[in-house]
């Protein structure tokens, strides 16, 4: 028997389950790297995200809803290997200049990722006739730049010049 072909709405459940796994661990890793950071400002940018990736999750669990699945995630090779660098910076560039400037790369890092993946989510939504999940998901992709461009302003005015000097 013939296997039956999937389909874009499955990407989209599978992906959606990609991102939410991303985003629980994104949660628990994120006071440790503002409990890590040595800049206040930085602390700050990490701690806001902390608490926006709370409402991430809850708009991923309407999403969930609204495709009438349950809001479980799915192992997410690629975040975990991105979050893996960040403990890594943590643990060899702990208490030196360095610190902060790999805090900030590794975050973008995940910032990117999550920008990847909501885009990719959002313009799914629109193809698949789901303009409530593409609205939830454009307001988390909108969270995610804006956070990236606040950690690019942050590298650039202050934590850049400090790891160099």
């Not at 806001?48 to 809850?58: A, F, L, P, V, Y």
């Not at 973008?108 to 789901?130: F, P």
């Not at 999940?133 to 950690?151: F, G, H, I, P, V």
Request: glycine content about 4%.
């Amino acid at each position: 028997m013939a296997k039956e072909p999937k389909k874009l709405d499955q990407l989209f459940h599978d992906t959606l389950k990609d991102i939410y796994f991303a985003e629980k661990k994104i949660l628990v890793t994120l006071p440790k790297m503002a409990k890590a950071a040595q800049s206040d400002e930085l602390k700050a940018a990490f701690e806001k995200h902390r608490d926006e990736t709370e409402g991430q999750i809850e708009r991923l669990e309407q999403i969930f809803e609204l495709i009438e699945k349950p809001a479980r995630g799915k192992k997410c090779d690629a975040i975990e290997g991105i979050l893996d660098e960040g403990k890594e910076i943590m643990d060899e560039y702990a208490d030196t200049p360095a610190l902060d400037a790999g805090l900030l790369a590794a975050a973008q890092a995940v910032e990117h990722y999550e920008i990847s993946r909501y885009g990719t989510l959002k313009a799914w939504a629109a193809k698949l006739n789901m303009p409530e999940a593409a609205k939830l998901l454009e307001q988390t992709l909108a969270e995610e730049k804006k956070t990236d461009d606040t950690l690019t302003k942050i590298a650039e005015t202050a934590v850049n010049y400090e790891a160099a000097a």
